[in-house]
T-cell receptor, first 112, second 116 residues
Framework: EAQVTQNPRYLITVTGKKLTVTCSQN?????MSWYRQDPGLGLRQIYY???????DKGDVPEGYKVSRKEKRNFPLILESPSPNQTSLYFC???????????FGDGTRLSIL | SQQGEEDPQALSIQEGENATMNCSYK?????LQWYRQNSGRGLVHLIL?????REKHSGRLRVTLDTSKKSSSLLITASRAADTASYFC????????????????FGQGTILTVHP
């Protein structure tokens, strides 16, 4: 089954403790992206990747890092999480940047 | 304010009625996409309309795009209770250097409730 898989689905952690949210897709898509969703603000793009080793900033990249070493994986790294990064995070992929995106089921992060 | 703004923020209708949601944006786009989200779940793509297209249909969905007014609308005809969800428009723009198209900006969404 074609899917975008995020892990973990839920995480409660503390300020300053580095964490990684993994994202994997099995559709051989070139494009992958991360979003955060906050009430009243819709989805905001954090980073995206047009292909392996090619990443670019979205609208809210501060406090996040990404890497794209393999086509199928696009992890989101929070090196020093803060409470304002508490949010619902979505990973998505598509065949190319101009195509519709397939979304994962989301990761709910709470940073205390 | 954001690139994409949607109107209304919430819409409540009866089954069988039509639902219209509007999206406005500020800068030139490559395409505009509509997505649906059931409560707390991942988004599902509905329709993509390119900047040189004016109207697209998919089943009970009709999307229009007016690039001169920088606006789009999503019409759901003969609504069903199962259409209850949040609907988002998203605009695709080039990156800062204009070298690739991957920057997708979402509106704040319209919450649609269809009563049986």
């Amino acid at each position: 089954e074609a899917q975008v898989t995020q892990n973990p689905r839920y995480l409660i952690t503390v300020t300053g403790k580095k964490l990684t949210v993994t994202c994997s897709q099995n559709m051989n898509h070139e494009y992958m992206s991360w979003y955060r969703q906050d009430p009243g603000l819709g989805l905001r793009q954090i980073y995206y990747s047009m292909n392996v080793e090619v990443t670019d900033k979205g609208d809210v990249p501060e406090g996040y890092k990404v890497s794209r070493k393999e086509k199928r994986n696009f992890p989101l790294i929070l090196e020093s999480p803060s409470p304002n990064q508490t949010s619902l995070y979505f990973c998505a992929s598509s065949p190319g940047g101009r195509e519709p995106q397939h979304f994962g089921d989301g990761t709910r992060l709470s940073i205390l | 304010s954001q690139q994409g703004e949607e109107d209304p923020q919430a819409l409540s209708i009866q089954e069988g009625e039509n639902a219209t949601m509007n999206c406005s944006y500020k800068t030139s786009i490559n395409n505009l996409q509509w997505y649906r989200q059931n409560s707390g779940r991942g988004l599902v793509h509905l329709i993509l309309i390119r900047s040189n297209e004016r109207e697209k249909h998919s089943g009970r969905l009709r999307v229009t795009l007016d690039t001169s007014k920088k606006s789009s609308s999503l019409l759901i005809t003969a609504s069903r209770a199962a259409d209850t969800a949040s609907y988002f428009c998203a605009t695709l723009m080039p990156n800062a250097g204009g070298t690739s198209y991957g920057k997708l900006t979402f509106g704040q969404g319209t919450i649609l409730t269809v009563h049986p």
